[in-house]
């Protein structure tokens, strides 16, 4: 129960095994009405990506074209 201007966080953990866009609405019923409350999350879950700036690694030594 929340008293007028009070606050109270709310912790939440996203973990996907899918790629691709999600939407999740949680609702809250306020008492003693057929009021609720609304909290939407939406995003887009991307796989991994790497970018690398060549001119700042130094490959050392490479073997290449071996058949």
């Known amino acids: 129960m929340l008293r ?3 606050k ?7 973990i996907s095994n899918r790629l691709g866009e ?5 609702k809250w019923v ?3 009405t057929n ?3 609304a ?9 991994p990506s790497f970018e690398f700036d060549v001119d ?3 490959f ?3 073997s290449f074209n071996f058949d």
């Open 56 to 58: 700042r690694i130094n």
């Open 35 to 37: 009021e609720y409350i």
């Open 39 to 47: 909290l939407n999350f939406k995003g887009n879950v991307i796989a």
């Open 4 to 6: 007028v201007k009070e």
């Open 8 to 14: 109270h966080k709310i912790n939440v953990t996203f």
């Open 60 to 62: 050392g030594q490479v």
């Open 30 to 32: 306020l008492k003693d």
């Open 22 to 26: 999600f939407n999740e609405v949680f």
